[in-house]
């Protein structure tokens, strides 16, 4: 019984994981409206983990309270706000010195193979 009760525990624990960018960076627990977030701020650069349940189907939604507690937590101005509406990262503008490098967008071509009622396969490529 016990080890069925660890798959569940598990997956929750990954909810506010942060990438690996920022991993080792303990988050600020930050709300900001009607939204939770965990800050992880590394130089220049932070991520916004969105951990309430409220409905939010585009980043749009969530974006103003993720950049206003991004601001508060780092103390910066958001320059660049991307990400969903469950995971954000921002540049920031912290006045003098060089911004931060832009990073080359990340996009995937995948293909399904072996798809059924009970789920299939997706192998995605870089491009």
Do not use: H, K, W
């Not at 019984?1 to 991993?23: Q, V």
């Not at 080792?24 to 916004?48: H, K, L, M, N, T």
């Not at 601001?71 to 469950?86: F, I, N, P």
């Not at 010195?97 to 192998?123: H, K, M, Q, S, V």
């Amino acid at each position: 019984m016990r080890p069925l009760l660890l798959i569940p525990l598990s997956a929750l624990a990954a909810c506010d994981t942060a990438s690996p960018e920022f991993s080792g960076v303990a988050p600020v627990r930050i709300e900001a409206g009607a939204s939770v977030f965990d800050i992880r701020v590394e130089g220049r650069r932070a991520e916004a983990v969105r951990l309430n349940a409220q409905p939010a189907f585009r980043l749009s939604s969530v974006g103003v309270p993720a950049v206003l507690a991004i601001e508060a937590v780092s103390g910066c101005r958001v320059d660049r706000l991307t990400g969903d509406q469950a995971m954000m990262r921002a540049t920031l503008d912290c006045g003098s010195g060089a911004p931060a490098p832009r990073r080359p967008e990340t996009y995937l071509e995948c293909d399904a193979f072996e798809l059924d009622a009970a789920g299939g396969e997706l192998i995605c490529y870089p491009f």
